[in-house]
């Protein structure tokens, strides 16, 4: 049985998934389609209501990154015809261009952590949330992703290699690595859960990896 539909009716896209948002203490969801990022309440009894659109349109259809979550702001990125990453804060009254960034994903979703954005373009790069300034960038993960742990690691997965690096550090710099993790184009996320990491490629071969701490001697 359909609960309820959007209002917004454009195109869906082979797009990433919706995420929810709050705006104003009202439960939104965000979502970037084939030719717009779109936010709609999710209240009862205004499921599906738009609150604002912006255009969003990429070439060969590949709005492919799912929004990041800041509060009452929202990320969004993406390559070919765009290649930038833009921060709105969005409202009742709709969405507001707060920063635009020529620093920008490709394949993988942006990462908030704490007052940072992760964006991989090949290198990954480290941006100020509040300014969309470029702390750092570095390494060479192609298409990769990324994920931050409850300690403050971030854990980097693209061009067959698995890295962590320190997330609030000032500069990019390595705490481990590991080689050969996969054989094929790393476009799936990186996921962690319940002290495993899951790496997997294109073709489809997965590694998993056990970050549990050792057990006590």
């Known amino acids: 049985e359909r609960r309820w539909a959007s209002e917004f009716h454009g195109p869906a896209g082979h797009t990433g998934i919706p995420v929810e948002m709050q705006v104003g203490g009202v439960p939104c969801l965000a979502v970037l389609t084939l030719q717009h990022l779109v936010v709609m309440r999710l209240d009862a009894g205004h499921e599906g209501r738009t609150v604002g659109t912006v255009p969003w349109e990429t070439e060969f259809a590949c709005n492919v990154s799912t929004p990041a979550i800041a509060g ?39 990462v908030v952590y704490r007052d940072r954005v992760f964006l991989i373009n090949d290198a990954i790069q480290c941006l100020d949330l509040a300014t969309g300034r470029l702390k750092w960038r570095g390494g060479s993960f192609g298409h990769g992703s990324c994920v931050v742990t409850s300690d403050g690691k971030l854990i980097v997965f693209g ?58 001697s």
Request: hydrophobic share 40%; glycine share 6%; charged share 20%.
């Open 72 to 110: 009452n702001r929202v990320l969004v990125t993406s390559e070919y015809n765009h290649k930038v990453a833009t921060l709105f804060a969005v409202s009742a009254q709709g969405l507001r261009e707060v920063w635009t960034s020529k620093a920008h994903g490709v394949a993988s979703s942006p």
């Open 159 to 216: 061009a067959r290699k698995l890295v962590l690096l320190d997330a609030l550090a000032d500069q990019y710099r390595e705490l481990g690595r590991v080689e050969h993790v996969a054989h094929a184009t790393c476009y799936p996320h990186v996921a962690i859960a319940d002290g495993v990491v899951c790496c997997k490629d294109r073709e489809g071969h997965l590694v998993v990896f056990s970050v549990r701490p050792n057990p006590a």
